[in-house]
């Protein structure tokens, strides 16, 4: 028309604009994932915590595997559930009022002295303690050979040159040793600092089994995979409606005078 302008606008789009694909089903998987994670973090500290006690501990008997003021966990078990190389909790109040840390270096029926080309020796044989600190076994620290009664265990710290173990009980009438009713728990990790599982005292294996490992290894398991399950399904909600924003700013069509 004569003197007026005419003006072209685009068509613009009247349909809804979608959302990323698979949005629905991304949703269910999300809270599907959140839901699972859940229950296997919370299971996790649950079955931990049923079976697992923490210690402090305050002396550095055990060194260089537990330093003074060491946090671990330690399996709840049975005495009779001990086998040799096994660092375990006992309390028994010929040694002190409160818990303590050391090795089970003999069992019931076992013979033990020490020391023989420096090296401790049960029923004979000659053991090799890499978890010992430098230096080995003290050389000043004899023990004469002790038969260790049934249903009794003889134990040392690893830091042999000091610490107060059954070495140092042996005018006792129990001859230094401990009921394996005394144990409390063994200690499976050293978990602050974080030094991980103690590693397993291969040195006695030709006197017989080896404890098991305690579940702590598929409890940290559950943990963590639950923790990633969580934050997963949690940021997908976020993260999905970020990419859809950014979708339909590059579709949204542009007026053209």
Known sequence: MSGESATRTAPRSTGAVKGPVGSRTGQRLSGLAVALGLALFLGGFGWGALIYRPYTVPTGSMTPTIGVGDRVL???VDGDEVRRGDVVVFKDTTWANAPVVKR??????????????GKLTVNGKQIDEPYLAPGGPAEDKKIPTVEVPKGRLFLLGDERHSSLDSSAHLTDAASGTVAVKAVQARVDAVVWPMNGMLKRPTGFEELGALSSPGPLGTIGLMIAVGAVLVL???AYGPVA?????RGRARTEPAGVR
Do not use: F, I, N, Y
Not at 104 to 117: F, W
């Open 74 to 76: 330690a399996e709840r």
């Open 104 to 117: 089970v270096v003999a069992v019931g029926g076992d013979t033990v002295s020490c020391c023989t080309d």
């Open 232 to 234: 997963g399904g949690g």
């Open 241 to 245: 409606k970020r990419l859809g924003g």
